[in-house]
T-cell receptor, first 114, second 113 residues
Framework: QQQVKQSPQSLIVQKGGIPIINCAYENTAFDYFPWYQQFPGKGPALLIAIRPDVSEKKEGRFTISFNKSAKQFSLHIMDSQPGDSATYFCAASGRGSTLGRLYFGRGTQLTVWP | DVKVTQSSRYLVKRTGEKVFLECVQDMDHENMFWYRQDPGLGLRLIYFSYDVKMKEKGDIPEGYSVSREKKERFSLILESASTNQTSMYLC????????????FGDGTRLSIL
């Protein structure tokens, strides 16, 4: 059973648009929600992360919105650029025995047209 | 900067061969992970290790084993390679304490013929 569900699978926007990627989870023990960005030929790299004690976190043009009651979180990319074209993965992690294990969504392939 | 190095970028093997994928990290991280990445399926965890000689099964361990004899090195072993193991394999490492980012290598694209 997939622990983190991500949508959409692919997304195409024009330069300057605001792509939104959504994720949902069921496990209430999750308390850390990172997003990873992957360019072709490279491994994923941490982009931004949030904990459930805040509803929003912003770093540059990237914003995570978090809805604890709905068990959903989303990534917004403001003023998107062709260089943002990549695959984005949401993930979740919990306390205790998981020992740093991340549960990943299936990924969203974002294309930003110039 | 943390560096996770995977020994091969591309590898072609034959069905039935025993295949070794090697991963080395240089940041003294306790945790190490092996994932496979397939289109539409995202990153699926095969095995992980939180200490030398320790290992835990991930979501898809069947057909794979791992070895961690030294802290910096984590090996993935395909005991008898099959065509359905053709995939991109990614290694990652992270510190054990708290919520820390996983640092990934650039992957090994493995083809089993």
């Amino acid at each position: 059973q997939q622990q983190v569900k991500q949508s959409p699978q692919s997304l195409i926007v024009q330069k300057g648009g605001i792509p939104i990627i959504n994720c949902a989870y069921e496990n209430t023990a999750f308390d850390y929600f990172p997003w990873y960005q992957q360019f072709p030929g490279k491994g994923p790299a941490l982009l931004i992360a949030i904990r459930p004690d805040v509803s929003e976190k912003k770093e540059g043009r990237f914003t995570i919105s978090f809805n604890k009651s709905a068990k959903q979180f989303s990534l917004h990319i403001m003023d998107s650029q062709p260089g943002d074209s990549a695959t984005y993965f949401c993930a979740a992690s919990g306390r205790g025995s998981t020992l740093g294990r991340l549960y990943f969504g299936r990924g969203t392939q974002l294309t930003v047209w110039p | 900067d943390v560096k996770v190095t995977q020994s091969s970028r591309y590898l072609v093997k034959r069905t039935g061969e025993k295949v070794f994928l090697e991963c080395v990290q240089d940041m003294d991280h306790e945790n190490m992970f092996w994932y496979r990445q397939d289109p539409g399926l995202g990153l699926r965890l095969i095995y992980f290790s939180y200490d030398v000689k320790m290992k835990e099964k991930g979501d898809i361990p069947e057909g794979y084993s791992v070895s961690r004899e030294k802290k910096e090195r984590f090996s993935l072993i395909l005991e008898s390679a099959s065509t359905n193991q053709t995939s991109m394999y990614l290694c990652a490492s992270s510190p054990r304490t708290g919520h820390q980012p996983q640092h990934f290598g650039d992957g090994t694209r493995l083809s089993i013929l």
